[in-house]
């Protein structure tokens, strides 16, 4: 299987051999595990004070014909306040009480990581890789590629650059502006507390460049809305399928392809 090599410019400078993992048969459910496996590493534990709802005086008086009887007082049988004299007050402690505890509440013993075997993982990894070049998986995702063969394999210039707007010409010249386009112009801003956090924006994820050396790459793709770049060598789930669904269009350089074919994620 061959690919295209393209220059800054969008021409073509050659052509490469693919190497075995853009082969592997699509298998949806493998890549799905594989994301949640990724995604529970970034989940944190959390829980409550042991003690909340509990720290009143609150108890529950059964017995019949004694000081501060409940039974055949025309009142619900539930623990309530002590008050002076002898008296009863509102009804606490219990879940359903105002001011009550939490009758299941959040445990910080909760084991929150799901596991995945590594032969299962490095399968999803090259699933995903695979889906990456099939036109149908990647027009499904929603992604535009204005008809250009997939996958788009770059020249390692591509690596050096370190001005944005190279960038955004590269990804002009091989057509993927109209992809880059739909996530900026479906930027909004996030909801409530959410929007002090994670840059206060919701976008669409859009190009993936994956790189075989950093030369610059990195910080100059880094601010176009719903690009990401990546280390070929540093792959996961979460990048070659955002949100468990494969197919996301990929930039490879030719040191990436190279990388690849020297057995990774096999």
């Given at each position: 299987m061959q690919a295209k090599v393209f220059n800054l410019d969008g021409s073509e400078s050659?052509?490469?051999?693919?190497?075995?993992?853009?082969?592997?048969?699509y298998r949806p459910e493998v890549i799905r595990r594989a994301f949640w496996a990724f995604r529970s590493l970034l989940w944190q534990p959390k829980g409550v004070f042991p003690l909340a709802g509990k720290q009143n005086t609150a108890e529950y008086?059964?017995?019949?014909?004694?000081?501060?009887?409940?039974?055949?007082t025309g009142r619900s049988r539930l623990p309530r306040e002590k008050l002076s004299g002898g008296r009863l007050g509102r009804v606490l402690t219990?879940?359903?009480?105002?001011?009550?505890?939490?009758?299941?509440?959040?445990?910080?013993e909760k084991i929150l990581v799901e596991k995945i075997n590594r032969k299962e993982k490095n399968l999803a990894l090259r699933s995903a890789i695979a889906a990456t070049a099939n036109p149908e998986i990647v027009k499904t995702r929603g992604h535009i590629t204005s008809g250009k063969t997939l996958p788009i394999v770059a020249d390692d210039s591509l690596e050096s650059v370190k001005k944005t707007k190279d960038v955004e010409k590269f990804l002009i010249a091989v057509g993927l502006e109209a992809d880059v386009s739909r996530s900026e112009e479906t930027r909004s801003r996030r909801s409530g507390v959410r929007e002090l956090r994670k840059g206060g924006y919701r976008e669409r994820k859009s190009v993936l460049i994956v790189y075989g050396k950093d030369g610059g790459i990195g910080k100059a793709a880094r601010n176009i809305p719903g690009v990401d770049c990546a280390d070929v060598?540093?792959?996961?789930?979460?990048?070659?399928?955002?949100?468990g669904v494969a197919g996301r269009v990929c930039v490879w350089t030719k040191g990436a392809i190279e990388k690849l074919s020297k057995g990774l994620y096999n």
């Open positions: 050659g052509s490469i051999a693919l190497p075995s993992q853009f082969e592997e048969a008086f059964g017995r019949r014909a004694s000081w501060r009887q409940t039974i055949n219990v879940p359903h009480a105002v001011k009550g505890r939490r009758a299941h509440p959040p445990k910080p060598e540093k792959l996961n789930a979460d990048l070659l399928a955002p949100g």
